[in-house]
């Protein structure tokens, strides 16, 4: 039996920016993780279970089925998209390549809920935990985490289509990473960011859901109607550069002012909501500033404030009570001892 986990991720700055081609993000590993407990079986069949959305077996047969059928197909957002699917391609990419013959029983709990990069999270656990079990792996290593890198950024980009990468690194590697990207084809490259001491920051839960690929294109729909907007991508690279200087220097006030500027264009490009907008009012009252992060339509708001108990008390007290305290130095991909 094997263990994996992996934490989820915030974007500080840049997401949706970050899609396209000499852009950046800024991002961290939260606190929070995902946990998947793998053990091999004598029978053709995997099964999953997880605490949120029950029981589900596949055969080997049909979990390499269903790797073969998204590569092939034109339009894979039309499967059906979310934990499963990206569960089930890594399983079906890992059981086609090492031609494994016995299935898997594996068993996933997470603290994640359903945002903060949850499906890239529980994905990566799963592959690690199955990966270490196949080749028996014991401790990780440079080589073991770059194919975990590149199985969970396959099937993100077969549930989502247009991936910066930038999720995906984040939750193998951990810590904090500036991502750029170079152009369609290469990879986003990270740039690890050295703050000499921590800083916490408060996640609130807006209780609304978005599919990342819906939110992606309206982005991308916003730009290419008026094509003025893209000024806003330097913009945000800009925010970027400037996040990370407040951050070395400890400027958590013009580092709100940070936040508040990258969302007011998040919200230009119509990729906000009312809920994150209010929960932003409360950040802005009892802290510095606030942003969505993600791909927003709802999902979470990150802030900073030198009151964080407050900030909550305030956000509980409006109905919004998935809220935790973070810091950026939070190691990536782990395999657990037994």
């Not at 220097?249 to 969302?263: A, P, R, S, T, V």
């Not at 900073?304 to 007290?317: A, G, M, R, S, Y």
Request: aromatic share 8%; with cysteine.
């Amino acid at each position: 039996m094997k263990t994996a986990s992996a934490p989820g991720k915030v974007i500080l700055f840049g997401e949706h920016s970050v899609i396209y081609p000499r852009h950046n993000s800024l991002a961290f590993a939260i606190s929070k993780r995902a946990y998947a407990e793998v053990s091999a079986n004598k029978s053709d069949e995997t099964t999953i279970n997880s605490s949120m959305f029950g029981t589900r077996t596949n055969t080997n047969y049909s979990l390499c089925n269903l790797w073969e059928q998204f590569k092939k197909s034109n339009n894979p957002r039309s499967f059906n998209e979310g934990w499963y699917s990206s569960i089930e391609l890594v399983l079906g990419n890992i059981i086609s390549y090492y031609k494994c013959k016995s299935g898997f029983d594996i068993n996933i709990r997470s603290d994640l809920g359903r945002h903060l990069g949850s499906s890239s999270a529980v994905s990566e656990a799963v592959a690690a935990a199955v990966l270490a079990e196949v080749k028996n792996i014991k401790k990780v290593n440079g080589r073991f985490l770059k194919e975990i890198l590149n199985i969970g950024l396959q099937a993100d980009k077969l549930v989502a289509g247009s991936v910066s990468g930038t999720d995906n690194y984040i939750i193998t590697y951990g810590n904090l990473v500036k991502f750029h990207k170079n152009d369609q084809t290469n990879p986003a490259m990270p740039i690890e960011q050295h703050i000499p001491y921590d800083i916490d920051l408060v996640i609130a839960d807006s209780n609304v859901e978005s599919r990342t690929g819906d939110m992606v294109e309206m982005f991308k729909a916003s730009l290419e109607k008026d094509p003025s907007k893209a000024k806003y991508l330097d913009t945000i690279d800009e925010i970027v550069e400037r996040g990370i200087s407040c951050l070395k220097d400890y400027d958590i006030n013009m580092f709100g002012k940070c936040m508040n500027e990258n969302h007011d264009i998040l919200r230009e490009l119509g990729v906000s909501h009312p809920k994150l907008e209010e929960i932003i009012d409360i950040y802005k009252q009892y802290g510095y500033g606030g942003k969505l992060t993600g791909s927003g339509g709802g999902g979470c708001v990150i802030g900073i404030t030198n009151d964080p108990q407050t900030l909550i008390k305030k956000l509980n007290e409006a109905g919004f009570n998935k809220t935790f305290i973070t810091n950026l130095n939070n190691p990536g991909l782990k395999l657990e001892v037994q």
